[in-house]
């Protein structure tokens, strides 16, 4: 059968389409999700990128295109945001007096 006579159609080269991504995080957001998963549970020595790749749902070329190296995967998986005007009310409690 061919795409021709109503068969399947050949598997086409390239970016993939959207309609799964489209609903959930993008693959970047899942990576980290993935890395943050992956490094509590197994620790650094035991994860491996194509490990967070798996887990992302995503090749691990993906991984290596994002990120880098492992060092990076990590270090952009632990990196905290610090964003004061979030935080301000819990510091200064919610009375004047305070």
Known sequence: MTAGDGGPS???RGRPSRT???TGPD???RILEAARTEFAERGYDKTS????AKAA???AALVH???GTKDEVFA???EVSFEPTLELSDV??????G
């Not at 200064?92 to 007096?97: D, K, R, V």
């Open 49 to 52: 990128m194509r490990g967070v």
């Open 76 to 78: 952009a998986a632990v």
């Open 20 to 22: 799964e991504a489209a």
């Open 10 to 12: 050949p598997r086409r």
């Open 92 to 97: 200064l409690g919610s009375s004047t007096e």
């Open 57 to 59: 749902g995503v090749d």
């Open 27 to 29: 693959a970047r957001t």
């Open 65 to 67: 295109h994002y990120f």
